[in-house]
């Protein structure tokens, strides 16, 4: 995991992690299957950083945390959003995860088909804000204002305006990515929530 914190994804690979354990690739496969089964083990350590729901917990406040803490998570590992979309959740840690999701929705009073529904519709847009970020995000202001002047300055005088209104605007000020990120989840839990109490008469 330091490895790809470093140097990204695709540098882990079985000589690299040898050569800096100061083993011969070899000998890894008696800890690992192989490759996969090393990304996978990376998958799950990674899913184990995320906050679980509580069981006690108010469903949506969890489920905000939960997505905050996923966000806290791919921003610290770059690697993460992408590895774990891509891989079988069969780890301990994975699973426990999906469970502590599912169990919080379920007992929202979410029925199990309607909370799997919407749980994958939570991590759809956690995984898709990570993996599309916008060209606004940055490390810092600084950096943020100068990309956002860079587009403006690259848009044709008098063509496309609306694109030319969010350049000048980003250009006065920095891109606030966490707003953004929480502007997406609120609307998301809220039309949750709004679902939950439209179905509550009919459920028994």
Do not use: C
Request: charged share 25%.
């Amino acid at each position: 995991m330091d490895l790809a914190d470093e140097s990204g994804i695709d540098s882990v690979t079985m000589r690299e992690l040898g050569r800096r354990l100061g083993v011969e690739a070899a000998s890894l496969y008696n800890h690992v299957a192989g490759k996969d089964d090393l990304l996978n083990g990376m998958a799950d350590l990674a899913a184990a950083e995320i906050e679980l729901p509580s069981s006690d917990a108010d469903w949506k406040a969890a489920m905000r945390r939960r997505a905050v803490s996923a966000r806290g998570v791919f921003l610290q590992h770059r690697w993460a959003a992408g590895l774990m979309d891509s891989r079988e959740w069969s780890g301990p840690y994975s699973l426990s995860y999906a469970d502590r999701v599912l169990g919080a929705l379920i007992q929202a009073g979410f029925s199990p088909g309607i909370a799997s529904w919407a749980f994958i519709v939570l991590d759809s847009y956690i995984y898709g804000f990570e993996r599309q970020r916008s060209n606004f995000s940055q490390t810092d202001d600084a950096d943020t204002l100068e990309v956002a002047r860079d587009v403006l300055a690259a848009i044709p005088q008098g063509t496309h305006p609306s694109l030319a209104a969010v350049a000048m605007e980003y250009a006065d000020k920095p891109y606030d990515e966490a707003a953004a990120f929480e502007f997406g989840l609120d609307l998301i839990l809220d039309g949750l929530e709004r679902w939950l109490a439209a179905d509550s008469p009919t459920r028994p």
